[in-house]
């Protein structure tokens, strides 16, 4: 039954979902029933039912482990419920992920939790992959330890298998299929007015994004920061940008300079007016604003960490950067090519560089595919005009294709005028089409004929339109495997590939570690508080013997998660997470400005990369019974990457 909370006059057609859902933090008391498309097939209606209604449970008066039911897939024990009503003040919570749905679960200081899939565990996700008890969560001083209980499918934490580690406030570890992040929350109001705690901000995104996929809706989120300054706290200066605003808009704050807005059905055109009004309305008293806006992009942890990412870009002189049409060189800086595998990668992209032919960029998640890419824009005689991206695997196909193609005034509802696509803004440019590998099939025939005719039609329109565009392309998949399964067009790799560019994983380029922590420290330190900070060498040390699975990216990740929770201008390994230290092993590498003998460092270094990647696969190929693909997916390595170093450290030897 439709009830008065739900009549707010925010309902997107055909879908009965309110868009103002409770929140996560929400007492029980105060959870409702959510209504459910009522043009909705039964089995889709009971679908949605189980995902989002919530209910309580008398549990049999046998059951010594009292629990509530929170929805039909999670269930809380009755003492972590009472102590979450009791808690007051800020608190830490556990937000878990479970398809769909996001549940916010406070645990106190000194608490802790047990999440699995049955009881006796506190947090009952009724998932098969999470074992009965699969990690206990206690609350620690330093942040969230979690620690995996023999689980079967383990606890993972940045793709890499832990038992114990600690979580710093916004990080995350997967259980199975589900994933549980650490986050302070406040079980009060908000600091400042206007504003909603992370866990309700993260379910409206979520809401957000089932709309955006079922209906082809677009959405955009804005990170804002704070340059420094006396008045960089929140409080003055999120009151005013919260009244610039839609009711149906949402915002959170991000530690005390920063905040994170929603904006729902919004395309790129007034996502770029909502975020310059958002920098550019100062008062007098207020720091200097500037913001990244993220389009819809996937995951919800992907879309935050893009819109951070583009806020990192902004300047004074240049205050909003938006997805798409950042110019080359500012996500990162100029590439650093201290390596030898970099330098001669620097030598290829000088000579294509100079062409106009297209090239598809080969790397593994996180290795710097698109600073790739912007070095070869920005080496290009279009250099000079535009360079927008887009990833390819982030929105559905009605979504991709305006984005791409540009859609014509009433092509659709919310389509109130007309909005030129990528291609025809990045006209006399470069397109760079990010992760094109997991294009569906239709969007590939859409793409392919772009790419063939140098035309485009928009979305609800029929003249074509005539562009001059240069596209780079990126994935991390085996595109040749994948044409061999009938999963992506051979027509259209012969026409990405003219040229293939590989960025080697940064564990096979340690010479770049030094240069690229130096950059990071230096560019965190100052979006912190502008103190120089350093590592000392045992901090050094752990990142040099870390096989960085997740690449650069990771490494970013490490050196502000240090920024933030260091203590002084000297960051230990206190600072650094606890999967570093879990693999540490072998004799210390050497700190920076200490002067070793290049030959014997580097050997050394790589010697101990190559015992760990050796474990690594044989980990990975015994747990598969020797299946390489799977061997492989488990490691998330290409399949190609594996077999040579297979074949390379004579690996295969040792395990037939």
Partial sequence: MVGPEHLEGDLVPHHRVPRAVYGAEASLSELRDHVVPIDARSDEVEHRRRSWHALTRTPSPDQDHRLTREDDNTTLSQDTVERARQATGPRAALVVHHGEAVKSVPIADGGSLVVGRAAPADVVVEDPSLSRRHARFTRIPAGLKVEDLGSTNGTHLGGARIDVATLAPGEAVSLGSVTVSFSLASASAPLVSGTESYERFVHHVEDERVRARTFGRSLALVFVRALGGEHAHVSHWVPRC?????P???VTLWGETAALV???ETDVSRARTVASALV????????TLVAGVALHAGATETLIDRARGLARQARVERRVVIDGDAEAGSVTGAPVWASPKMHALHALIERVAASQIPVLIQGETGSGKEVVARAIHGSSP????PLRSVNCGAMPL??????LFGHEKGAFTGADRAVPGLFEQASGGTLFLDEVGELGAPAQAALLRALETQRVVRVGGTEEIVVDVRILAATHRDLEQMVREGAFRQDLLFRLETMRLSVPPLRERPEDLQALTTRFLEEASRAADGRARRLDPAAWSLLTTHS????????????ERAVVVSQGDVITPDDLPERLTAIRSGPSAIAPGAHPTPGESDADFKERVRAYETKLILDALARTGGNQTQAAKLLRMPLRTMVHKIKSYGIKKSYE
């Fill in 242 to 246: 919260r009244g610039t605003l839609r």
């Fill in 280 to 287: 550019e309305g100062r008062r007098l008293g207020e720091p």
């Fill in 398 to 403: 009605t979504l991709l294709q305006a984005t």
């Fill in 262 to 264: 929603l904006l729902p």
């Fill in 382 to 385: 279009r250099a000079k005009g």
């Fill in 548 to 559: 960085w699975p997740g690449n650069v990216r990771e490494l970013r990740n490490v050196i």
């Fill in 248 to 250: 149906v808009d949402r």
